[in-house]
């Protein structure tokens, strides 16, 4: 056993020790930068765990002190403990761990999530947003919290493959952290959307919504800048 030599006198008036803090998780991540943060937060884990000491040992005096009344009730009452001074570093370590494989789970839950979105899709329809076709936009109509846009009739595509096409994308996007310049045009990009395509006479309007002030504003500004 390895002993610090380390005496701690602590006068008790009131309180408790302070609980550690957790990491901040960050919002709206994508896949790789979850991957890359649970990867730091396994380093900081490591680095705790090498300054832990099983064995390290220290005394620790803890007193209270009794006073107020006079010299014959003026005095501490000193506890004694055995301590092992390291103990943080083992729950700092702990700390870590956990954050990093919360981080890891986000990650593969986004992953797995674009990866049943897009499954049987064609590599076309998985890469090519359906914003892109802009020759088959009809017409764009503002929503409270979002906007509809009509597409023409296409020959061999229904609602039901769309919507598919549809989810995918957002899926992708969500994986992607939402950030994906290469479609500065697609109102599918910004967070929290919701898509729902419903047929309509002359061919298909999806009606694209948000819950988030900020994207409701992005998704507007985009589906307005594909009006034919």
Known sequence: ??????????????????????????????????????????????????SFDPDAVARRDVCIHHGGGGAETDFYECWQSVVNPTDSQLRE???????ADERRARSQALRFAEARACSGLSAADRDTSPFAHRDDILGVSPLPRGAVVVFKHV???????????????????????HD???????????????????PVHDGFAVTIESTDDGAVREVQSRAEALKP
């Open 1 to 50: 056993m390895r002993t610090i030599v380390a005496t701690a006198i602590t006068v008790i008036l009131c309180g408790c020790a302070p609980t550690p803090t957790t990491p901040g998780s960050g919002a709206h991540l994508s896949a790789a930068q979850e991957d890359i943060a649970a990867a730091r937060e396994q380093r900081e884990a490591a680095a705790h765990r090498a």
């Open 93 to 99: 370590a702990r700390q870590h761990e956990r954050v």
């Open 155 to 177: 020959p061999t595509l229904t609602a039901a493959y769309l919507q598919r096409i549809i989810d995918c994308h957002i899926a992708r996007n969500d994986a992607l952290g």
């Open 180 to 198: 994906v310049p290469e479609m500065s045009y697609c109102p599918l990009v910004p967070r929290d959307v919701t898509a729902t395509v419903t």
